[in-house]
């Protein structure tokens, strides 16, 4: 055989592998008007098993390498909304740490960390269910047994309230410190509403309503709970949001038992009920 035609043979035989097709395939339209530009080799998918199919379907999400999951994305143009909600939770979160001044022993603040607990607790959710009971065992009059079955249907209303809002938000106090035993019992766990703040506001409504004071009281009674949610700020547990979101809760607490008040009527049934033997004047 002459040199040209094994050449030619040979040629032939390159072009007939698999991997050397696409060199007979002719040029496209584009790239015969681009003048002869790069080609690219093309390769004609193979047939896959019908068994196959559901594997290959399955990971083409995790195999695609141009696309990446939403949280690794970078929004290039976000909404004036998103901006100024994020500008004000980090403005929240940096006033909130800067006013933890209670926070631990060592904070600048640490040595009235006692006291500040202790105006704490003037709030806290079990404090007020068992003094509002033992008030009511104690009290001999249907008018005072009537606003104090209603204050506790409207601490245990705050509690519960409070309690699902915070499973439900879970956010967590500018600095995470761990509940104490109280705030478990009271389920107080998470930030977001301050049930101290809520409660404050909600019973010292409660009384200024339903109690005859006089000014100076009064104005004692404000002051009372507006430092008890500024406590629990003071102290790490909540940012200065979560106690405005409390008090404002809280006085949507008083006006729903407002809408709602029982009967002086219903609260002695409710007694009866609850003591079985306790009579109104007993």
Request: overall charge positive.
């Amino acid at each position: 055989m002459p040199p040209k035609a094994r050449s030619k043979a040979r040629e032939r035989n390159v072009l007939e592998r698999p991997e050397f097709m696409s060199l007979n395939q002719p040029l496209r339209a584009g790239q015969a008007e681009r003048g002869g530009s790069a080609r690219r080799p093309q390769f004609k998918p193979q047939q896959s098993l019908p068994g196959e199919e559901s594997t290959e379907s399955s990971g083409k999400d995790k195999k695609e390498p141009g696309k990446l999951p939403e949280e690794d994305c970078m929004q290039l143009n976000p909404s004036f909304k998103g901006i100024a909600i994020n500008s004000l939770l980090a403005i929240d979160i940096s006033l909130s740490k800067r006013m933890g001044v209670c926070a631990k022993t060592y904070s600048s603040w640490g040595g009235c960390r006692s006291i500040v607990n202790l105006l704490a607790l003037t709030g806290h959710g079990i404090t007020w269910i068992i003094g509002t009971i033992v008030c009511l065992t104690r009290s001999n009059t249907l008018a005072g047994q009537e606003v104090l079955v209603n204050l506790l249907l409207a601490l245990l209303l705050d509690v519960m309230t409070v309690a699902g809002l915070q499973r439900l938000v879970k956010r967590k106090g500018p600095w995470e410190m761990p509940p104490g035993f109280l705030d478990c019992v009271a389920m107080d766990i998470y930030s977001f509403p301050a049930a101290h703040a809520s409660r404050a506001a909600m019973v010292s409504k409660f009384l200024l309503s339903h109690l005859v004071l006089a000014v100076p009281l009064r104005i004692l009674l404000v002051l009372w709970a507006f430092l008890v949610g500024l406590s629990r700020v003071l102290l790490g547990r909540h940012h200065l949001t979560d106690m405005v979101c409390g008090f404002a809760l809280g006085l949507l607490h008083f006006s729903l038992m407002e809408t709602v008040w029982l009967s002086s009527n219903t609260c002695q049934t409710l007694i009866s009920i609850s003591t079985l033997s306790w009579g109104p004047f007993s």
